[in-house]
């Protein structure tokens, strides 16, 4: 496991010293940047003989930039873990600012970034410091919010750094990607197709966009450049991940057919597989006279069986919700879209679609697995980590 720890101005400073020998004991690599002001509470020196590498605080480091230079830095990672995490720097990072080394590294990352605050308690529940979490939390920042208790200042209340004993037990339970996909240009579709029928109504399904939105953040935690092309509007982009807006079929099929150049392609979305053929340019008034509306629907492009024929195909994943038969209507599908890969899930009944959970039975032309019920972002590890053997395989 590869952590940056990052160390902003906070009394609670002097714990990033133990938690720098807890993650080293247990087999962590860790590289310290500290803010300017995190140098009051603690030195480079003292840091530098627990990690066993040198502390960075500058941005333009004539030495750092021969070598491991901030951009290189910010790649090496496979988490950042900033603790203490002042007011201030969350201010920072919240207005997206760049002028530090710590606040540059957390804007040029993909890796998962988690912040554990640290500061007075009435300044924790100012309107104004919950308001850059719940900026940074929108944008995948994982906030671990701190302890309540007594506090240096004197005062009682929450906003204690959380103790180097928990956040390294928490840091190290957390899955990373142990793959380096760096280089590489990897496609996520995700969420349900809308196809209009007028103005201001379509034809929908239950797709929240959730696997996909997982998948693309578990693909950007390998380090490569990662498209998202998602319907899935409210949700957050992954860090890290270029984000294509769309909502039709058609529109999603441009979308994918933009994408020249790729090494991987996963299809979560659900696509319509009909669209309305001529949807009417006004809203379409009730009629007193009949009870039935006839609305003709035609056939949308199969957009994963045209990237899995295109002359130089990726490695493709396909997706497969199923309401019965699973296995044996999955694998028709991934032998007829001639795909290298099938996630199959149940639908209905309130699985696979909209849950947090999810479970899936992937199948591949040298096997299978099941992967049982769990988050969806642990799935897109799981499901990450798979395609990775079956490319190294195939
Ligand atoms: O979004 P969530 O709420 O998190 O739910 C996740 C999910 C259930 C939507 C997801 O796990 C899933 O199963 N996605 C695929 C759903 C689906 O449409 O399956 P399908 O059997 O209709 O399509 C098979 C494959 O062909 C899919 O990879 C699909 O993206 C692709 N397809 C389908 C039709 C079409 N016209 N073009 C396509 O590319």
Known sequence: MRVLLGISGS????????LVRRLVEAGAEVRVVLTESAQAFVTPLSLQAVSGHPVRSA??????????????????????????????????LAAGMADDLLSTLILATTAPVILAPAMNQQ?????????????????GVEIWAPAAGGQACGEVGPG??????ELAARLLQRPHSAIDWRGQQIVVTAGGTREPIDPVRFIANRSSGKMGHALAEAAARTGATVTLISTAHALPTPAGVRRVPVDTALQMQAAVAAETSMDLFIGAAAVADY???????HKLKKTPDTNTLTLTLVKNPDIIHEVATRPNRPFVVGFAAETDDLHAQAEAKRLAKNLDMICANWVGDGQGFEQDDNALWVRWAGGQQALPSAPKTTLARQLIERIAHCRQTN
């Open 11 to 18: 009394i609670a400073a002097y714990k990033a010293i133990i």
């Open 59 to 92: 941005l333009f480091d004539p030495e750092a930039e021969a070598g491991m230079d901030h951009i290189a830095l910010a790649r090496w990672a496979d988490t950042i873990l900033v603790a203490p995490a002042s007011a201030g720097l969350i201010a920072r």
């Open 123 to 139: 300044m924790w529940l100012h309107q104004a410091v919950q308001a850059n979490l719940g900026t940074l939390r929108a944008r």
């Open 160 to 165: 204690r750094l959380l103790e180097p004993e």
């Open 275 to 281: 669209r309305v053929e001529t949807p009417a340019t």
